[in-house]
């Protein structure tokens, strides 16, 4: 008896090193591409980013509260890769008995391929295997001038009546500025 068991210790020994060895040979270190870093290195915790209406002139700041990238196993949808910057409206009061986080931007690799998304208010995008549509021409806003930006429209719209319709993504500084459907535009005004 006590031989058996000692032999189903061993046993279960090689098993596991057996597994352990599978699962770190299946292991494959996902690499952001040159333009997904670009996306990722934009903002930074604590960043602050302050528009106003160009026909108003309110001002409305948002604040970059995290980023998150990770690399994770599901059993249904393979190996992924997960990444997400958050914000908040600082003008709007914060619910702690809700931990939801309004994403900004994120991308999302798995078996069923890649996809960007934007959340920016009520503007929801999602983009499969691009991220909008890249400018070369130069557009201006309160003497800042900006060129290589692109142009985001939503895939979703959640209220036609105020939402947003086009979201100007400058390489370098994220958004510039958005237009809603009311015909207002916010443009970004603390860009270095």
């Known amino acids: 008896m006590h031989i058996d068991i000692y032999l189903n210790k061993t046993n279960m020994k090689k098993i596991y090193i057996i597994l352990f060895s599978i699962i770190l ?24 980013l302050v528009f106003v209406s160009i026909k108003t002139e309110k001002i ?5 509260t995290d980023k998150t990238n990770y690399v994770s196993r599901h059993f ?13 409206d600082v003008d709007k009061p914060i619910d702690p008995s809700n931990d939801y986080k309004p994403k900004l931007f994120g991308f999302l690799n798995n078996k069923y391929g890649y996809y960007n998304t934007v959340l920016f208010n009520d503007f929801y995008g999602r983009y499969e295997n691009t991220f909008g549509t890249l400018k070369t021409d130069t557009i201006s806003f309160f003497d800042k001038k900006y060129s290589d930006y692109y ?6 719209m959640t209220n036609p009546e105020d939402s947003t319709t086009v979201i100007y993504w400058q390489k370098k500084y994220g958004i510039v500025k958005f237009d809603l459907n009311n015909g207002d535009s916010y443009v970004r005004t603390n860009v270095p």
């Open 76 to 88: 249904s949808d393979g190996r992924y890769r997960e990444v997400e910057v958050n914000y908040r």
């Open 25 to 48: 040979i299946s292991c494959k270190k996902y690499e952001f591409s040159v333009f997904e870093q670009q996306l990722y290195d934009i903002y930074n915790v604590g960043d602050t």
């Open 60 to 64: 409305v700041t948002y604040v970059i």
């Open 151 to 156: 142009t985001l429209k939503p895939t979703t």
